[in-house]
């Protein structure tokens, strides 16, 4: 994948995250739970009896929100630098680690990090070294 860093905009980086900070901690308020996306979407496939809609309407809603951005702008070119394998393997290995780590990146670097989680700031700094390590051996060693 690739960035055009020409288009990259200070402004709207962090409106986005502002957003996403304010709906994980509105999300926390209103209804006391955490909105990392591997606990939201492990749910759905072990429901709990009056679980399942709340969780439902959060996955619709990521997958509306760019289908909405669509009518407002034309969402950027993409760009992946791999097979379908290779994205298979890297897809089943996130979710191994999903499990293994009591959640994904978006739980534990957003929602952990915001509450102050000893645990969720271990694992961000697990996830960004494993990330670093794996750019420079595939950019510089590979």
């Not at 009896?49 to 070119?77: H, K, Q, T």
């Not at 499990?99 to 739980?107: D, I």
Request: hydrophobic fraction near 55%; glycine fraction near 18%; include cysteine.
């Amino acid at each position: 994948m690739a960035i055009d860093w020409n288009a990259f905009t200070p402004g709207t980086a962090l409106a986005g995250g502002a957003l996403i900070g304010l709906a994980a901690g509105g999300f926390f308020l209103l209804s006391g739970r955490i909105a990392g996306i591997s606990g939201v979407v492990g749910g759905l496939l072990r429901p709990r009896r009056g679980d399942r809609a709340w969780r439902v309407a959060f996955v619709a809603g990521l997958i509306a929100a760019p289908l909405a951005y669509v009518l407002a702008a034309p969402l950027p070119a993409v760009r992946i630098d791999a097979g379908p394998g290779l994205l298979i393997a890297a897809g089943l290995l996130v979710g191994v680690g999903t499990r293994y780590g009591a959640g994904c990146t978006s739980g534990h670097g957003v929602c952990g990090l915001s509450r102050w989680s000893v645990r969720s700031l271990v694992a961000t700094l697990v996830f960004m070294a494993a990330g670093m390590g794996t750019v420079f051996v595939l950019r510089h060693l590979g």
